[in-house]
């Protein structure tokens, strides 16, 4: 098959964790993938091996995105927006507010950014926008305030884009992961702090994994034109809710 008879994918944040899954699962099902972020040595070598595209891209950066979108073309058939991420674990008393406009603008004010400029593509490629959210956009815990909120205002574009494109060609989409054990996550979280990015799985036999949440990336992406999955939350057996995780001792 040559690159002009697949299907078009972008996924962004696609240099490590959820994202780099997310592009080899969909490579898998025959997408030709878009691999879009900040670290060109990797997208590069994962575009290679999955024999896709690397397009550097910060998604809150506006000319960045216009050449993703430059990238893409005419026709998209499936959007991942991806990239994201926490920072910081303090209580709202000391928030960091700088953190707090770091997370708004990546998980909101970027998904919003990179989804108007594709828009057009996805309603020619009669397109799948998939929203990577989290189960802080559904409940609020102490000490995730600036990603509660960022998490939750994602969830809100992905509902009202859902109305806005109702007699339009476009699927929405939300994966809403609750514990994943990804590539730089909860390092990112703690400013690299290793420990403190291991006690947050420590004692849970098996959290979710970056591959967990690209299989149902792929599922959303692959399924027949005329269903919609609006939202989809996962969560490892051990966690039963934000606050109640099974620990081993």
């Not at 339009?168 to 514990?179: H, K, L, N, T, Y």
């Not at 990112?188 to 690209?214: C, H, I, M, W």
């Not at 939202?231 to 606050?243: D, G, N, Y």
Request: charged share 25%.
């Amino acid at each position: 098959m040559t690159s002009s008879d697949r299907r078009l994918a972008v996924v962004t944040g696609a240099s490590s964790g959820i994202g780099a899954a997310s592009a080899r699962y969909l490579a898998r099902e025959g997408f030709e993938v878009i691999c879009a972020a900040r670290r060109l040595d990797r997208i590069e070598a994962l575009a290679k091996e999955i024999d896709g595209r690397a397009v550097q891209c910060d998604v809150t950066s506006a000319e960045d995105v216009a050449a993703l979108t430059a990238a893409v073309g005419d026709e998209l058939q499936v959007l991942v927006n991806n990239a994201g991420g926490a920072f910081g674990l303090e209580p709202v008393a000391d928030a960091d507010l700088d953190a707090w406009r770091r997370m708004y603008e990546v998980n909101v004010i970027a998904v919003a950014a990179v989804t108007k400029s594709l828009l057009p593509a996805l309603i020619a490629g009669r397109g799948t926008i998939i929203v990577m959210g989290s189960t802080a956009g559904q409940v609020a815990y102490e000490g995730g305030g600036g990603y509660v909120a960022a998490k939750h205002g994602a969830k809100a574009v992905v509902d009202t884009l859902r109305l806005e494109l109702y007699d339009q060609p476009v699927r929405v989409s939300e994966i809403a992961p609750g514990m994943v054990r990804s590539e730089g996550f909860a390092l990112t979280r703690f400013n690299g702090d290793q420990s403190k990015a291991d006690a947050v799985y420590a004692g849970v036999r098996e959290p979710l994994t970056s591959e967990d949440v690209a299989d149902i990336v792929a599922w959303i992406a692959t399924r027949p034109a005329h269903v919609n999955i609006d939202r989809i939350t996962v969560r490892p057996r051990a966690q039963a809710a934000q606050h109640k995780v099974h620990r081993e001792q």
